[in-house]
T-cell receptor
């Protein structure tokens, strides 16, 4: 089983749609989780951290289910500029290195 | 621009040649990381430094790969006797480590290596 698994997509949605991505991780001892965004041929950038209680940042909501070892990202009212690859990321024990999923590609169309 | 910078941005080389990449982290960031990313995959951890000390190396880092951060500032990643399988984007990231909680890693634009 891969350490971090994501559906690669692509998810094709119209502007204004709500879209959700899920991610599963294998190491039950993992403590910290994140979503990074990567635009085509660009570097990854931190989108948001994922907390046990769930957290929201504008149109983006992240949730963590430790029992099932999955993380989700919900994007409401999709914009064209949301088109990118969303990487699910786990901080390894020792709090030093990151393990990335393959990413889920989102394409928002007019 | 005070972000992470990498040089060169693109490198094309023939199989068997040696290549060296440079990364300049954000000023005063004490941790520097190297990742490799191939098409359709997420970045994979290679190695990281805290100041000049190399603290961890992935098993992905074969004997042909060596990284240095001699003065705790910029870092170099050298690949000897390149193989076609080394073709990838090599990403550098830096962070300011304050303690055991997450310290955001900021990524550079990457060096895209093509081995012919």
């Amino acid at each position: 089983r891969k350490e971090v698994e994501q559906d690669p997509g692509p998810f094709n949605v119209p502007e204004g749609a709500t879209v959700a991505f899920n991610c599963t991780y294998s190491n039950s001892a993992s403590q910290s989780f994140f979503w990074y965004r990567q635009d085509c041929r660009k570097e990854p950038k931190l989108l948001m951290s994922v907390y046990s209680s769930g957290n929201e940042d504008g149109r983006f909501t992240a949730q963590l289910n430790r029992a099932s070892q999955y993380i989700s990202l919900l994007i409401r009212d999709s914009k064209l500029s949301d088109s990118a690859t969303y990487l699910c990321v786990v901080l390894n024990s020792g709090y030093s290195t990151l393990t990335f999923g393959k990413g889920t590609m989102l394409l928002v169309s007019p | 621009d005070t972000g992470v910078s990498q040089d060169p941005r693109h490198k094309i080389t023939k199989r068997g040649q040696n290549v060296t990449f440079r990364c300049d982290p954000i000023s005063e960031h004490n941790r520097l990381y190297w990742y490799r990313q191939t098409l359709g995959q997420g970045p994979e951890f290679l190695t990281y430094f805290q100041n000049e000390a190399q603290l961890e190396k992935s098993r992905l880092l074969s004997d042909r790969f060596s990284a240095e951060r001699p003065k705790g500032s910029f870092s170099t990643l050298e690949i000897q006797r390149t193989e076609q399988g080394d073709s990838a984007m090599y990403l550098c990231a830096s962070s300011f480590y304050r303690g055991p909680d997450f310290n955001e890693q900021f990524f550079g634009p990457g060096t895209r290596l093509t081995v012919l």
